[in-house]
């Protein structure tokens, strides 16, 4: 996507291991959504919103990451937390 802004933030650079899901605009004001790729996770936020021309939270702060395998998925009904 290109986008000239006279106001507003430049285009917003994809996350490690991840890319830009949505954005229609770089206008102030506008927000945008980043995706992991299969497999990573996110370690914060997965959403940045142009304020003050600037990317809040700045979208270079984003890092998709491999979970750590010793780590429970607390999603994961199956398992024994007790094993």
Request: glycine letters at 4%; hydrophobic letters at 25%; a negative charge.
């Amino acid at each position: 996507m290109n986008f000239t802004a006279e106001a507003g933030c430049r285009a917003p650079p994809s996350p490690v291991n991840g890319s830009i899901e949505e954005y229609r605009s770089t206008e102030e004001g506008a927000e945008i959504q980043f995706h992991c790729h299969d497999g990573y996770t996110p370690n914060e936020w997965m959403s940045s919103q142009c304020l003050n021309s600037s990317w809040s939270p700045h979208p270079m702060d984003l890092v998709c990451v491999l979970p750590d395998p010793d780590t429970p998925d607390p999603d994961d009904v199956t398992s024994d937390p007790n094993s």
